[in-house]
Structures are given as C-alpha cells and as structure tokens.
C-alpha cells in the first residue's frame, strides 16, 4: 500500500473507497493493541477528485504538512488558454490566515521613524521560510497572502508621508524598481505590481 508519512501524520494511497475504509478499520484496530488511537478529527477517506474521478463525494480535500490537497483548475500546458481539474496542493487556509497574523504583528506599523530596511530585517527570515516552503506548491494563494505586506507597507507609507494611497503606491512602486531585493518576496516576484518590476533580478 503505497504512503506517504512525516513523523504521526501519514496519507495513504487507496484504489477503492470499499479498500480505504478496510485499511482504515485494520489501522485502527492495530493501533488501539499497541494503546494508541487515531486523531478522530484530522482521519478520514477523501476521493481523489479529478478530470478522470469524477463521482461526487463528500469529501475531496486534506490537509498535509500545512498545505490543502484538493480539486482545483489547472491550466492546460497542452492546450493554452484552456484548464483541466487537477487535485493539487496548495498553502491551507489556516496557514494563510497564519502568515497574514504575522505579517500585522511582526512590525509596529504606527511607527514612523522606521525606514523601509528596517521593515525588511524584521520580516525577511520569515518571508525566506515562507517562500521557500509553501511556494514548492501551488503558488497563487501563497502571491496573494504575501501581497498583504504591499498593502500593509502601501497604508504604512501613506501615514509616514501624509499622503493619499495612490501617491503611496507609487512610492512603493520606486522603492521596488530601485531595490528589488530588499524584501525577499519582492525578489522572488510574490509582490505587488510585479509586472512593472524589473527584470534585472
């Protein structure tokens, strides 16, 4: 039975759902000899929903090692401007709803005496983890939880320089084009506006 596991929590590789729920019971039933029982919340048969499976189940999307495994569109690199049904991992929602917590409480965003550096030091290692862990999968909802940092820095700018959100965005926009490594996300293109970022990076 092929698996996958990560320390206590394991996703396992069923043909059927009839096969699922019997290797569900054995588990079960083998765990509760040794003393131990399963996570009643997080166990469960999930259908691998895609172009090809496509019964109706009730359930069609885990969660793993904080990402979300379920049916999404996937664009077609066969057929371009077209998309398919793929059953794809992307960053969870509570995961993003993480990030976006703190992303609001790793910066005093009243302060006005802070420079843009200062911003980055004390964000950079996280984005640097961020990144290079939820972007190996799905990175769209990753792009749009990290635009929270252009928004928060685009309201933080207005308020520096007393100024209106459009003449602050394109403040943001500067600052990008001048130094499109100072935060890391704006280095991996995961920012706001990045068609408009150079492209020497």
Same mark, same amino acid.
């Given at each position: 039975? @092929?698996?996958?596991?990560?320390?206590?929590?394991?996703?396992?590789?069923?043909?059927?759902?009839? &096969?699922?729920?019997?290797?569900?019971?054995?588990?079960?039933?083998? #765990?509760?000899?040794?003393?131990?029982?399963?996570? %009643?919340? +997080?166990?469960?048969?999930?259908?691998?929903?895609?172009?090809?499976?496509?019964?109706? =189940? &009730?359930?069609? !999307?885990?969660?793993?090692?904080?990402?979300?495994?379920? @049916?999404?569109?996937?664009?077609?690199?066969?057929? @371009?401007?077209?998309?398919?049904?793929?059953?794809?991992?992307?960053?969870? %929602?509570?995961?993003?709803?993480?990030?976006?917590?703190?992303?609001?409480?790793?910066?005093?965003?009243?302060?006005?005496?802070?420079? #843009?550096?200062?911003?980055?030091?004390?964000?950079?290692?996280?984005?640097?983890?961020?990144?290079?862990?939820?972007? #190996?999968?799905?990175? !769209? $909802?990753?792009?749009?939880?990290?635009?929270?940092?252009?928004?928060?820095?685009?309201?933080? /700018?207005?308020? $520096?320089?007393?100024?209106?959100?459009?003449?602050?965005?394109? !403040? /943001?926009?500067?600052? *990008?084009?001048?130094? @499109?490594? #100072?935060?890391? =996300?704006? *280095?991996?293109?995961?920012?706001?506006?990045? +068609? &408009?970022?150079?492209?020497?990076?």
């Amino acid at each position: 039975m @092929p698996f996958v596991r990560y320390a206590d929590d394991v996703v396992l590789h069923c043909v059927s759902k009839e &096969e699922a729920e019997q290797m569900l019971k054995a588990i079960d039933d083998r #765990l509760k000899e040794v003393g131990l029982i399963l996570n %009643g919340e +997080k166990t469960q048969v999930v259908y691998y929903k895609d172009y090809r499976r496509k019964q109706e =189940h &009730e359930q069609v !999307r885990f969660g793993f090692l904080g990402f979300s495994f379920q @049916p999404r569109p996937v664009r077609s690199k066969r057929e @371009p401007g077209t998309s398919f049904t793929g059953f794809t991992a992307e960053i969870s %929602g509570a995961n993003q709803k993480k990030i976006r917590e703190s992303i609001k409480t790793s910066v005093n965003w009243r302060s006005t005496t802070m420079q #843009l550096a200062d911003i980055a030091k004390a964000l950079n290692n996280k984005l640097r983890g961020w990144v290079n862990y939820f972007g #190996l999968f799905g990175k !769209r $909802r990753l792009r749009q939880t990290l635009l929270h940092v252009d928004a928060h820095l685009i309201k933080w /700018l207005a308020h $520096r320089h007393k100024e209106g959100y459009r003449a602050a965005q394109n !403040r /943001l926009l500067s600052a *990008q084009r001048a130094n @499109p490594c #100072l935060f890391y =996300h704006w *280095q991996k293109r995961y920012c706001y506006n990045v +068609k &408009e970022m150079t492209r020497a990076v």
